[in-house]
């Protein structure tokens, strides 16, 4: 399943509410629903599934307003947040993912890692211990794990260094580094 596929799924699971969903490409918001018009509108270019299926978790429990926009404190933002993260979790989970993935997942769904983290871990210990284990991989050797996902590599592919150290855990103080040892190992120059 890619990005594309799971945003149809969650605009499916919005629309078996009754709710219409329309695509806006120059729509100033990710997403919003209205539950009283039974209309959700998004941004296809900027939404993800982590911000649908937080719009999703609003229809399901039938929240009608906001106090004001990213309004933070309000109950309802916090309780779609967490269930919009196990929304997706389970559907990561059945997909193949697991605990190791952690961080995949947030990337792939654009759930943010500290909320997700906190989430996932009260529901799985398994989580917790593994992301406090310390990872003994150096850097080289994640290196190579991470230059392995890429088909081919050229002058023209694109590197993403914090990708890298926040997919492994690398603490942000070791970039240059990652960015040197990514570089060498895929002997390409740094521009």
């Not at 695509?23 to 993800?48: G, L, Q, S």
């Not at 989970?93 to 890692?113: A, L, N």
Request: net charge negative.
């Amino acid at each position: 399943m890619n990005k594309q596929d799971l945003i149809e799924l969650i605009v499916f699971n919005i629309q078996n509410y009754k709710i219409d969903v329309i695509e806006v490409a120059d729509f100033p918001a990710d997403a919003i629903t209205n539950n009283k018009r039974k209309i959700t509108v998004y941004n296809p270019e900027t939404i993800t599934p982590y911000k649908l299926a937080h719009e999703l978790m609003h229809i399901k429990n039938g929240d009608m307003h906001r106090f004001q926009d990213y309004d933070t404190l309000n109950p309802q933002e916090a309780k779609a947040n967490r269930e919009a993260i196990l929304f997706l979790w389970d559907i990561f989970e059945t997909q193949g993912g697991s605990h190791h993935d952690i961080s995949i997942f947030c990337e792939f769904t654009g759930c943010p890692f500290y909320l997700s983290y906190s989430i996932i871990s009260e529901i799985s210990n398994d989580v917790i211990e593994f992301l406090n284990e310390e990872d003994s991989r150096t850097i080289e050797e994640c290196a190579d794990e991470y230059l392995n996902d890429f088909d081919f590599i050229s002058d023209t592919t694109i590197i993403n260094i914090e990708s890298f150290l926040k997919r492994y855990g690398i603490n942000f103080n070791q970039f240059d580094k990652a960015r040197n040892i990514l570089f060498s190992k895929a002997n390409l120059k740094r521009v």
